[in-house]
């Protein structure tokens, strides 16, 4: 992983960086429409349930319909003074310009305080309303920050390269069971208080003025209407209807003004609302639309993709590499049983050609016979080896060639899924230092798509392992230790009869065989083949011993051998052939 470790390393940095970005943009779009929903739903709710709602505004509205009023009434004044050519010499004229100089103060004094055409009420109410918005987003922003802490935030990151939507599921069940009943009753707080605020005119600055401007407006209308208006109404030349106009628009606002104020007063002595507000069913449904559903980034790098391919093929060029200690393995077992069986061919030849010549005059006729059976039997064994040896070579050598020739293969498609894994095994848990991207790897072919091909690799080399251990026992059981199995019996049986022989060349010819049978017993034992030679009096056992023959022996308990017929064999504990004895009974 070396050539790379370090490309690998900065591609998964810069895609690490473009997930915590994603992510953080999802998530501060989610706060930001949140704070959008609770802030625009709780001010339509404090502006419905306030007792004053937008009525409040109605005091410096009526304020100003009364300036203007007084504005329509002075102008009256003054056309019909001009019409009739009214002066100070006359007695209405000064009545009514004295009425028309304490309107005229009235609206200097309310301009003076109004100071521009906004309505001062609804400005205050405004920055209330403000206010809360304010503390909404505020409180949103500190539980975002203590929300976000309690993130998994690696992990998220992580589960949203594989597949956005679906991992990021226990985001969105964090944000509908954790976070909407948080901004639920934050939006709960923040609209009560905002209505107790809306509603305490008496701690409003702007709406306590102008309500009590309105209320001592009323209050110098009516003496106006009282005293002023009044003496008009009795002045002789009111007779002919000329202000008739002036003064009764006087009573009509002055009449307007009274079930406004009488309006207001009864609001702040009414039971203030029960701010129930919006259903908490209601607020998450409002809310759920700005969840939807994350869609990440393009995780699918090509050039990161292409790293992770070339460390699959090497995690397979890892797992071929002990196959081939394997095979390297299997060809030497098999040369290990060529050469055994070589060995034992060579052996026999070898004898043969060492075998002494006995003159027919000197020897007896019967130990000639004899050694003749024995020579004649002895080239019968070679003769069979020789012939058993060569399908032998050819079985083992075609296992050699199966072995290295149909080891399983692996297609693009392999290498394709191995990559994904490691990329999901990545992704779950990633390498948290540079340094750490060999162990991942190496912890990789644990991922079922590297077990699978091990599992082949296993198959294929435990069949060859298998078929091998197979042709090798028949061999040894039928060919090669049945040779020597036999050849000891001819020990037994006919060069004992010529241990006792007085010709050299007979005594010879015994040694020759004697050291024939030594040689084969160490060839044995070099390649470890143990021999089963039982030791008179020895129980019998019948996985090693074979009986041929039962018969009671004086000394001997039942059951105790007696006599060793032939040796059996044995290799790694399994018994090739079993020793021929006669038994006690």
Known sequence: ??????????????????????????????????????CDRAVIDALTFARLGEKDELIFDHLVYLMETYREVIGLFEETAEENGWDDTCPVYNLISGLCDVLGSRMRQFEDVAEGHENPVAQEKRLLLDNMILEINGSIEGIKTEWVTTLPWEKTCADIFLLPDENTKHLRD??????IPLIYNLYQSSLSQCITQIDDLYSRKAAHFYADLLEREWE????????QVQALENAAFNENGLLHPILSRLREVYQQTGPVIGNLQAMMQAEPY????????????AMHPHIGVFTGIDMRDPMYKEMLFLGAD?????????????????????????????????????????????????????????????????????????????????????????????MPTLSDEDLFAAADQITEAWYQSPPSTMDEIDDFFTGCLTLDVFNAYKSQLDKHIEGHNAKLDKTAFNFKKETLLFEISTFEEILYHSVSRLRESGHDAIIGAVAVLDGLSAALMDILMQNNI????????????????????????????????????????????????????????
């Not at 003159?359 to 020789?386: H, N, R």
């Not at 090693?544 to 040796?567: C, D, Q, R």
């Open 1 to 38: 992983m070396d050539t790379h470790t370090q490309a690998l390393w900065n591609e998964w940095l810069q895609i690490k960086s473009d997930a915590e970005l994603a992510l953080e943009s999802y998530v501060g779009d989610y706060f930001h429409l949140a704070g959008i929903t609770t």
């Open 174 to 179: 964090s944000i509908n069971n954790n976070l």
């Open 220 to 227: 110098v209308l009516g003496l106006v209407i009282q005293i």
């Open 274 to 285: 029960t701010p129930h507000g919006m259903p908490y069913g209601d607020f998450c449904d």
């Open 314 to 406: 090497e995690l397979f060029d890892r797992i071929r590499a002990d196959v081939l200690e394997n095979m390297y393995g299997f060809r030497v077992i098999i040369d290990r049983e060529l050469k055994l069986a070589s060995g034992v061919l060579d052996t026999f030849n070898a004898i043969m050609c060492n075998f002494p010549a006995c003159d027919a005059e000197e020897v007896k006729s019967k130990e000639l016979e004899i050694l003749k059976g024995i020579t004649e039997t002895l080239e019968i064994k070679i003769d069979s080896l020789t012939e058993s040896l060569q399908p032998y070579s050819e079985a083992c050598e075609g296992l050699s060639t199966s072995f290295s020739t149909n």
């Open 530 to 585: 143990e021999i089963i030679h039982p030791a008179p009096h020895e129980a019998f056992n019948g996985r090693e011993h074979e009986v041929l023959l039962a018969e009671p022996h004086e000394g001997y308990a039942k059951g105790e051998i007696v006599k060793v017929m032939t040796s059996g064999y044995k290799y790694q504990s399994q018994v090739i052939l079993r020793a021929n004895v006669i038994a006690a009974r």
